[in-house]
């Protein structure tokens, strides 16, 4: 069956010019992930990610429709372990746009994500996700990733007596 949304999207390396909406895009991340200590500055995304792209736009893609804006990005890193010198890929961010085709879309990036890892010849990934991130837990879930980490958090030791 062939499925019209998915072919009215495109896969593409991220370039400059969507910087902006990428950190958008980090912006709400962080809020997921960190709440209250999210860094919500949109020019600190943006210098972080100009940075980034200018040592490498490896393993950066957005998905777009036309000429709308960017409705997701996926930013996958290649990194050694320094204890044990086995390469492996590291999904960064993953977000996607609050639009019908949200699921969609977040599929078409994790799969050309991987099909970058692939490509690296890297053999494991490993992707954090905040826990009451569902939607991304799900997501991680249908391509076959597993739990392997819980981290633990008590807040206002100090205040405690």
């Excluded at 991340?29 to 709440?35: V, Y």
């Excluded at 996926?74 to 372990?81: A, F, L, P, Q, Y």
């Excluded at 204890?83 to 977040?106: C, H, K, W």
């Amino acid at each position: 069956m062939h499925d019209d949304s998915a072919s009215s999207f495109t896969v593409r390396s991220a370039q400059e010019s969507d910087i902006s909406r990428l950190a958008e895009f980090e912006v709400e991340i962080a809020k997921i992930s960190f709440a209250e200590d999210a860094i919500t500055a949109v020019a600190v995304h943006e210098k972080r990610l100009s940075k980034a792209m200018a040592r490498s736009r490896d393993g950066m893609f957005v998905a777009c429709r036309g000429d709308r804006p960017t409705d997701g990005w996926v930013w996958i890193t290649v990194n050694t372990n320094p204890m044990s010198g086995q390469r492996y890929a590291n999904f960064r961010s993953l977000a996607v746009a609050d639009v019908p085709e949200r699921t969609l879309i977040g599929e078409l990036l994790l799969h050309r994500g991987l099909e970058y890892v692939r490509s690296q010849g890297v053999e494991e990934v490993v992707g954090k996700v905040y826990v009451q991130n569902v939607r991304m837990r799900m997501l991680y879930r249908k391509f076959g990733f597993e739990a392997t980490h819980l981290t633990m958090r008590l807040r206002g030791v100090g205040s405690r007596s």
